[in-house]
């Protein structure tokens, strides 16, 4: 429902306006009178109509000037100028103000209702590309947001290290990074049984707490078969953040954990964005010696701290787990015995081999089996039989060569049947994976992004999908890509580095090459044939 203002100094007139509108049976709410320039502003201010109905001569402030004002204070408003004088300068100084329609007393009835109908089906049309806008821009900041997660996520494990290409990526994301910031990464990890708990809300918290410090943090989540929330926090140039206000930020996480279900490993300082996964491998680390804390009261502990006492081991770091989980995903059968004999192989050099430590290795790398099993919904009985479930408990005479046989058997075997169960089953996952690319075209996705989160090898993938789809997987991402961008100029008033962030190309330059080249013209000359012409006619590109 719409309000309308008429003002005009003479009674009859403006009363015999305001009840053709009335009764025109359009889909107005409610119709006000004022009877002069002055008095027109002062209620339009008050009740802000969505069309104006101004005669041009009137007392204290004649119309232009009433128009001029309001323009000021309701720039959307419908002005529909109705005048005795058939004036060619008033009606171009109307028309200089953007007066929806200039027309002529006495007003006629069917004229009236006919500009009125024009007025009400222009503001609605105003109203539907302003929410399509909005939803645009909402749809805009979530996968920038998303984008700004999966780089976080890039840098946190060591997937993107070259200076250059992260200080371009993160100027097209908009993420004030520098190259001089001083950085702490914080891992927080659920123990127990966090059912019904709202990572949302702790994420809120966290961000409310940080925004009015002179730090910014990025936080990306992780799934591994337990919950964790991986925090990257940079100071304000080159404030070093410190012991001090970590512990604090700490302390304020945990106050959401009631029940003391959570945990927080924390890194050292470091400088520079080619130090970042190092930082995260430290606050890792850190976690899987939380059995050091101290102080019961305490849920959060450093690395440099655990890395001090003579308790801590080095035998099985973060960054072994993650490239023995990622052989054995992708079936590399002579990386996984590798990597386990490289794990041996370190303890003979750099620690004083016992009996703690080679069951303390044994049982890590077990867990770590184990939890990949059942990632995958399975059992160790169902993989390995009971032939093997004896792998499960650490034998009672051992060496580091018996071990080091024994867990890579358990492995090899994991291993091969995941690649069996893979094999059985390409079809539907291609079909899976085509449909997270349909749905994240938006995202960074490259061949080692997509054979990492469905743990295959970038060969198979790429042979996979070609012979499914009959296209290359790069081919088949710039298609879509390409389709996506043209629909969103065909149907929105968006700017080409607008649609290049929507479509997943953080560089503008790059995204102009590639739509020439996918349709033949650049993506400013299609969108200058879609926006409206005021005369003459515009050359068509494409179709």
């Known amino acids: 429902m719409y309000k309308v203002l008429v003002a005009d100094d003479e009674k009859w007139i403006r009363k015999g306006i305001a009840k053709k509108t009335v009764s025109s049976g359009l889909a107005i709410e409610e119709v006000f009178e004022a009877s002069d320039g002055q008095e027109a502003y002062e209620l339009a201010a008050k009740v802000r ?8 001569k009137m007392p204290y402030l004649n119309g232009l000037e009433f128009i001029e004002k309001i323009r000021e204070l309701l720039p959307t408003v419908k002005v529909i100028v109705t005048s005795g004088y058939a004036d060619f300068e008033y009606a171009r100084c109307a028309l200089q103000l953007k007066v929806f329609k200039y027309i002529l007393k006495t007003v006629d009835d069917d004229l009236l209702k006919k500009t009125l109908k024009e007025a009400i089906k222009e503001i609605e049309e105003e109203k539907k590309k302003s929410r399509e806008f909005d939803e645009l821009k909402v749809k805009l900041m979530e996968r920038t947001a ?3 997660k999966s ?36 891992v927080l990890q659920l123990k127990g049984n966090s059912t019904g708990f709202s990572y949302n809300y702790l994420i809120s918290q966290i961000y409310k707490f940080t925004e009015n410090t002179n730090y910014t943090c990025y936080i990306c989540e992780n799934q591994q078969g337990y919950k964790e929330l991986n925090m990257l926090l940079l100071s304000s ?50 976690l899987k010696n939380k059995s050091l804390i101290k102080n019961k009261n305490l849920q959060f502990i450093y690395f440099e701290d655990i890395h001090a006492s003579n308790a801590y081991s080095t035998c099985f770091t973060s960054e072994d787990e993650r490239t023995l989980i990622y052989s054995i995903e992708s079936g590399n059968y002579a990386d996984i015995k590798k990597r386990i004999t490289m794990v041996f192989k370190n303890i003979n050099t750099n620690m004083q081999i016992t009996t703690k430590t080679l069951t303390k290795l044994y049982y890590e790398i077990v867990l770590l089996l184990e939890n990949l099993l059942n990632k995958y919904n399975l059992t160790v009985s169902q ?57 994240n075209y938006f995202e960074d996705l490259t061949l080692d992004t997509i054979s990492q989160k469905f743990y295959i090898s970038k060969t198979y993938f790429s042979q996979l999908f070609k012979k499914e789809t009959g296209k290359t997987f790069i081919n088949y991402l710039t298609m879509l890509r390409m389709k996506h961008a043209k629909q969103l100029f065909k149907n929105n008033n968006l700017k080409v580095h607008e649609v290049a962030r929507i479509v997943g190309y953080s560089d503008p330059l790059y995204f102009g090459q590639v739509f020439k080249k996918h349709f033949g013209f650049l993506p400013s000359e299609y969108a200058s044939t879609l926006a409206p012409k005021h005369s003459g006619q515009g050359r068509k590109i494409g179709g």
């Open 49 to 56: 109509p969505d069309i104006i109905l101004t005669d041009i």
């Open 146 to 148: 998303l984008l700004q």
């Open 151 to 186: 780089f976080i996520s890039q840098l946190l494990n060591g997937k993107i290290s070259d200076q250059d290409y992260i200080l371009r990526k993160a100027k097209n994301l908009e993420m004030p990074l520098e190259i001089h910031s001083y950085m702490n990464v914080m």
């Open 237 to 286: 140039g080159a404030d070093h953040l410190g012991k001090t206000k970590i512990s604090l930020l700490s302390k304020e996480l945990l106050k959401n954990f009631p029940d003391s279900i959570a945990f927080i490993g924390i890194s050292k300082t470091v400088k520079g964005y080619t130090q970042v996964n190092k930082a995260y491998i430290q606050a890792i680390d850190a």
């Open 383 to 439: 993989v390995l039989g009971e032939d093997f479930i004896s792998l499960l408990n650490t034998p009672k005479e051992f060496s580091p060569e018996q071990l080091n046989n024994l867990l890579t058997l358990f492995a090899l075997k994991v291993s091969e049947h995941l690649s069996s169960a893979k094999r059985e089953n390409a079809k539907t996952l291609l079909v899976t994976i085509k449909k997270y690319i349909d749905n």
